[in-house]
């Protein structure tokens, strides 16, 4: 996989020596079992009928090109609570914050949100508001934010990121993002700012 000087990724076939927009890994099928299907809101997500459970994580992801399987490890998690369980805590910071935003611009909107507020501010309470969307925010819709903007920021897409060297679906810092987003470091401060905030309210964010 390759990009353009804007950032847009398409493929190369070696073999037939010819490019595409499209990316060969969705023609791959799925496992046996697994069938996929699309939520009410558009996301598509996997079934496994052998365990009868559902996942948001395409199946054929967990393909790795070479070397020998990563031994599951709680390693992360036990790091994860003691970091959370360490972290100072602020000084009566009630209220709330509002982050307004637009589905369809949901990264612009909440770069600008987040970063004309300060660090103070980002701990209180999160209210979230998708424009044209009434509800109240009492921790569905920000979660939802959370997973929303996160799947945005980790695009590679936007030239930020780009695949490893290890396989196409681990990512790192695109050492040529200046070329595509001359704002790239503050978005970079961004998103440390969003994974921060996960971390502190208790969210997830998806970084697939």
């Known amino acids: 996989m390759r990009y353009t000087q804007n950032g847009r990724p398409f493929f190369i076939n070696h073999r037939s020596k010819e490019t595409s927009w499209h990316d060969p890994r969705q023609d791959d099928p799925l496992p046996d079992g697994w069938e996929m299907r699309v939520h009410a809101d558009g996301r598509v997500f996997y079934v496994d009928h052998t365990t009868k459970s559902t996942q948001w994580e395409d199946p054929r992801k967990t393909k790795v090109s070479s070397g020998p399987a990563i031994q599951y490890s709680r390693d992360y998690k036990v790091k994860y609570e003691n970091f959370k369980a360490n972290l100072p805590k ?99 401060q961004f998103f440390g700012r969003v994974c921060a905030m996960a971390v502190y309210h208790g969210k997830l964010v998806d970084g697939k």
């Open 90 to 188: 602020p000084d009566n910071p009630g209220g709330k914050v509002d982050i307004k935003v637009k589905r369809s611009g949901i990264l612009e909107d909440s770069f600008n949100s987040v970063m004309a507020k300060s660090p103070a501010d980002l701990l209180r309470r999160l209210w979230i508001t998708f424009e044209g969307e009434p509800g109240l925010d009492y921790g569905g819709v920000a979660r939802e934010w959370f997973y929303a903007l996160s799947r945005e920021m980790f695009n590679p897409y936007y030239g930020l990121w780009e695949y490893s060297a290890i396989d196409n679906y681990t990512l790192q810092i695109n050492p040529n993002s200046g070329l595509c987003n001359p704002e790239h470091e503050q978005f970079f």
